[in-house]
């Protein structure tokens, strides 16, 4: 049946049958329920009386995570799926998690057309040492070029000194069949990384040079900057379809710092394409 409590103040816990927080036990009389002995009374001073505040959490997995008494909060902005690392001046930002094989994006450009380059500056940091470089249908907006990469300085400026040493080996697919062929370029002003000439077609449909490169601890300077990839693309007059892989160097004696890259057609300017810049994780 309904039980109704009403508020006395004559009223105790005992006589109210809720027990007796002395005795442990539920109840009133004969009829108490012990509590298990096991049990203590809840606190009224120490660590754990007081929940009212913020637990302070000192470290995840040995790492640091507290800053001048308090947890280091999370940058704002981000997209869904996106991740915060730790570098080595604190809380990164947000970034796109790597697909699995020790990648993180950087950068990817959408390339504007017009424009007489595509420069990917300050890309190159110390957090990686070496980079992958993703191209998606690089086009032209004339046709009897080559695609030319040349390096960006620690200070941003163009690396274009007679230092650059290329070799390109590429295959042509055409209905007479295959034609190797490979270009050697000694301390040039830049490096060409399409073969059989270039003359990709600049038209969309032909879809652009397409490939992928590497760089090789392009910050550092103790070595030179290197470089290898590939490229593919249909020439301008459909026949054929060249296939490239390079590499390089560029030999500079004084051994300046590399922050950035860029990409020119050896003539007229750029149409369309994108390129992404990925880090190695060690």
Known sequence: MPVTITNDAASTRTNL???????KTVGTGAGNVPLNSNLSTVATSGAYADVSGTPTFKTVGGTSIEGSGNIESLPTGGSPGQVVTNTSSGVGNWQDAGGGGGLVKILTTT?????????MDNVFTSAYKNYKVVLTELIPNNNGVTLQLRFRSSTGAQVDGAFYRTFNMSGEVYSAGAGPAYRSDWNA???????????????IGYGGVNG???????????????FTGTTGFTRDDQANYIISTFGGTYA?????????????????TLKSGIITVYGYED
């Open 17 to 23: 049958g809720l027990g007796d927080a002395a005795t």
């Open 111 to 119: 390339i504007s057309n017009g424009a007489s380059i595509v420069v």
């Open 189 to 203: 002003t830049s490096s060409e990384i399409i073969g059989g000439g270039g003359n990709p077609g600049w038209t």
């Open 212 to 226: 992928e490169m590497n760089f090789y601890d392009p910050l550092s300077t103790a070595t030179w900057p290197k």
């Open 252 to 268: 500079n004696n004084s051994s300046v710092a590399n922050r950035g890259f860029q990409f020119a057609w050896s003539s007229g």
